[in-house]
DNA sequence: ATGGACCCTGTAGCTGCTACAGGGTCAATC
DNA sequence: GATTGACCCTGTAGCAGCTACAGGGTCCAT
């Protein structure tokens, strides 16, 4: 039988995550308690790799972590309809959406604003007129 | 002589700023010390206003609180070229277009996931098998 | 004098970590 | 057997940029 344990900081190696993370995930919840050594260092089992790899990976996809929380929540129950899952993911698809919608809007102005400056003094700077209103 | 003051809550409603927020500014030294009424209420003046208005306005534009000190700064001293001014604009658009890129990469994913999901069980949700690696 | 709208200070909460301080453990080396 | 050094432990505080109280005071109209 395969009962190796890593600890923390084997774990944090494999799943690129720091070891102040690994406990942060684990005081919120996110992460199960571990089993303890005789010398009270927390010794993790492969269930505990997975489900630190699943939280990255969902992270890395730019959900919160009550978002990656949910998802393992439902990703727990494999026989039900993925329905939640895709409602999910889409909520989020839209959030990003709404996301890159505002910041293109703010590089154009950013953009607008720089190629307005004509290099000369701040008193007639168009970045800074944008910024003060009666000038 | 135009002497007319504002309370906090005019100035809020002027700028579209939170009473807390204005507070806030205050206490982290973005907005200076107004004068005060006989029972201690802030008393703003013109300049109040429009400063926070310049707060506001490079906040709108993505500006991070530090951001705005500097450029705040600059715009005191109007004979100075703007040359920083330019650099502090600059480094935020390039900012803006990091994130932007790797929104859009985030979006390519989310969206690639969501469009292979068959709508069956969880145990075969494409979006969970992107979370969940060996399954 | 009473009500309601406004104001005050101070503190704690939010997200998602990160960075200590001040200690304990473990394996290897001298 | 003592010492190093890498690792681990808990607990707390900090970051940005607010926001939300609690527990009071003020001002003005009725």
Redesign the interface.
């Known amino acids: 039988m395969t009962n190796e344990t890593f600890s923390i900081g084997e774990l944090a190696r494999a799943t690129g995550t720091k070891v102040e993370t690994i406990r942060y995930y684990e005081r919120i919840g996110l992460l199960p308690l571990p089993a303890r050594t005789g010398g009270n260092y927390r010794a993790y089992a492969r269930p505990h790799l997975?489900r630190l790899?699943?939280i990255r990976?969902?992270r890395d996809?730019?959900f919160s972590l009550d978002g990656v929380r949910e998802?393992l929540r439902?990703?727990d129950?494999?026989?039900?309809?993925?329905?939640e899952?895709?409602r999910i993911?889409?909520a989020?698809?839209a959030q990003?959406?709404r996301?890159?919608a505002d910041?293109?809007m703010?590089?154009g102005?950013?953009?607008q604003?720089?190629d307005q400056?004509r290099?000369?003094?701040?008193?007639d700077?168009r970045?800074?007129e944008?910024?003060?209103?009666?000038a």
Chains 1, 2 share one sequence.
């Open positions: 997975e790899g699943f990976r969902g996809l730019g998802l439902l990703s129950d494999r026989d039900r309809p993925c329905t899952v895709d993911a889409r989020h698809l990003v959406e996301k890159l910041l293109t703010l590089r102005e950013l953009r604003r720089i400056c290099h000369g003094t701040v008193a700077c970045i800074i944008a910024l003060a209103p009666h």
